[in-house]
């Protein structure tokens, strides 16, 4: 059965590591010359990575419901944030130019599944969590929030990058299809706002399955403190952002601050259990 996981995760790396190598080859290798036209994303290119998309979605279908049960762990949680925020990105695509994008999103897709293809989940959820309707609408709003705060770190990074070079007077084919960087900046914040509520419901879902099935309404353990954390470094920015405008290099720093608490929050803490301590 691993082996079949392996080649199953292997596929969709494969087409991701194409379509990076493709856009860093086409685009991406060299500065954008004066006057010259700047290429959006080829049909081919969109078709090529729905199929990669597919591909990761039935991989993950299979990693995460083996033989009627449910497993989870480090290398799923991330994969399937992933696989949800490049889904986002795809999508976000047809209104907006975030071409750049690309040169991050498609890496990180190579490399979540080379994760869950190498070290598959072993982590076994009881049925009585799989029955829960709470935890199932836990468990959805949760990735929807890990994914829409992962493409907002790496969102803000892209624009970190374009900052930069705009600095040195010389931008980059990959980032020269993106938007205004108010545009951008604008993108990154409505992102922010909407996963900060997926966090505050899946904060609260927690709290409702966490009762139900122990008794109390919080738990101390590494998830609950981590992703506590990351929703007030989260709700700082967005205040911050309203009553001090803040931005730039300010909100980057908060950005990745919160996102990095956050995947600390389970996939931090499940790989220290499964990895390090073979639990």
Request: proline share 4%; charged share 15%; aromatic share 12%.
């Amino acid at each position: 059965m691993e082996s079949i996981l392996l080649h199953l995760h292997l596929v969709p790396a494969a087409l991701y590591a194409v379509l990076g190598l493709y856009f860093w080859r086409a685009r991406a290798a060299r500065p954008l010359a004066s006057g010259e036209p700047i290429p959006g994303m080829a049909r081919f290119e969109r078709t090529l990575l729905i199929l990669a998309l597919l591909a990761h979605g039935f991989a993950l279908r299979e990693a995460i419901f083996p033989g009627g049960e449910m497993r989870f762990g480090f290398s799923v949680a991330l994969s399937l944030a992933v696989w949800l925020a490049i889904c986002f990105y795809w999508v976000e695509t047809l209104y907006n130019r975030l071409d750049g994008l690309r040169a991050i999103m498609l890496p990180a897709g190579v490399l979540a599944c080379a994760l869950a293809a190498f070290f598959p989940a072993s982590h076994v959820l009881s049925d009585a969590n799989i029955a829960s309707p709470v935890f199932r609408t836990h468990f959805i709003i949760a990735m929807l929030a890990y994914s829409l705060f992962m493409l907002a770190a790496l969102h803000a990074m892209l624009m970190a990058m374009a900052t930069k070079q705009l600095h040195h007077a010389r931008l980059s084919r990959a980032l020269a299809n993106l938007p205004p960087l108010l545009t951008m900046e604008a993108l990154l914040f409505r992102l922010i706002g909407f996963a900060f509520v997926l966090l505050t419901l899946t904060l609260l879902t927690g709290i409702i399955f966490t009762e139900t099935l122990f008794g109390t309404a919080f738990r101390f353990d590494h998830k609950s403190v981590f992703a506590t954390i990351s929703w007030l470094l989260f709700a700082i920015l967005l205040i911050g952002r309203h009553f001090r405008g803040w931005r730039g290099r300010v909100a980057l720093r908060w950005t990745l601050a919160g996102f990095i608490t956050l995947m600390l929050a389970y996939v931090g803490s499940r790989f220290v259990i499964e990895v390090l301590l073979h639990r």
